[in-house]
């Protein structure tokens, strides 16, 4: 595609629920970044895909927080369990492997 | 570990006047640099960044950025801003890790254009 894409962009949880957050890369890169932005942060990394290998998932803050990749493109974030400290917003980001990463919209999550 | 400061949280600026935003940064080594733009409600758009060579870099929308690495700096300016600027800016920094770019940003710089 164009460019990198999220869904949703907004969602709603109440403490307690999982949530699934999905994004859809530029078509060929190969990495796939995840960033959780608090209000008034700049993002901060969550975990790294290449192809469909998570490389690196030193950034997920708990293990209520998951990642996936399974055929190398589309990637899910997937929080279980939600809290109110996850209310945040998840950017996920693509890249040519080592080169400058390209940002989707990102999911704005509210956790009541 | 790489690190990112962005001293000046709010910055406000008269629509036509120059523009610098502050960036200093921390690593070990030659670092990638890189501003990205955003605005209410969007992801990141990548403005410029620096990968090697020439220490002044031109971006997008007229900015551009030098770097010094005696200052470990890598300031961000545009000599005339326009309305259309106001938004938020992150300095980040790039490091190597097992064949990918870990980057880290900062905490933002936002922009304020008064008319």
């Known amino acids: 595609g164009a460019g990198v894409s999220q869904s949703p962009r907004y969602k709603v949880a109440k403490r307690g629920q999982d949530v699934a957050l999905r994004c859809d890369p530029i078509?060929?890169?190969?990495?796939l970044f995840w960033y959780q932005q608090a209000l008034g942060q700049g993002p901060e990394f969550l975990t790294y895909?290449?192809?469909?290998?998570?490389?690196?998932k030193s950034g997920l803050p708990s293990d209520r927080f998951f990642a996936e990749r399974p055929e190398g493109s589309v990637s899910t974030l997937k929080i279980q369990r939600t809290q109110q400290e996850d209310s945040a917003v998840y950017l996920c980001?693509?890249?040519?492997?080592?080169?400058?990463?390209?940002f989707g919209p990102g999911t704005r999550l509210t956790v009541t | 570990a790489q690190s990112v400061t962005q001293p000046d949280i709010h910055i406000t600026v008269s629509e036509g006047a120059s523009l610098e935003l502050r960036c200093n940064y921390s690593?070990?080594?030659?670092?990638?640099l890189f501003w990205y733009v955003q605005s209410p409600g969007q992801g990141l758009q990548l403005l410029l960044k620096?990968?090697?060579?020439?220490?002044l870099v031109q971006g997008i929308k007229g900015f551009e950025a030098e770097f010094k690495r005696s200052q470990s700096s890598f300031n961000l300016r545009k000599p005339s801003v326009h309305w259309s600027d106001a938004a938020e800016y992150f300095c980040?920094?790039?490091?190597?890790?097992?064949?990918?770019?870990?980057?880290?940003f900062g905490i933002g710089t936002k922009l304020q254009v008064i008319p």
């Open positions: 980001a693509s890249s040519l492997w080592r080169y400058e990463q390209y």
């Open positions: 895909f290449q192809n469909e290998a998570q490389l690196d």
């Open positions: 690593y070990g080594a030659t670092p990638y």
């Open positions: 980040a920094v790039g490091a190597r890790s097992g064949g990918y770019q870990k980057v880290t």
């Open positions: 078509s060929g890169h190969v990495s």
């Open positions: 620096y990968f090697s060579g020439d220490t």
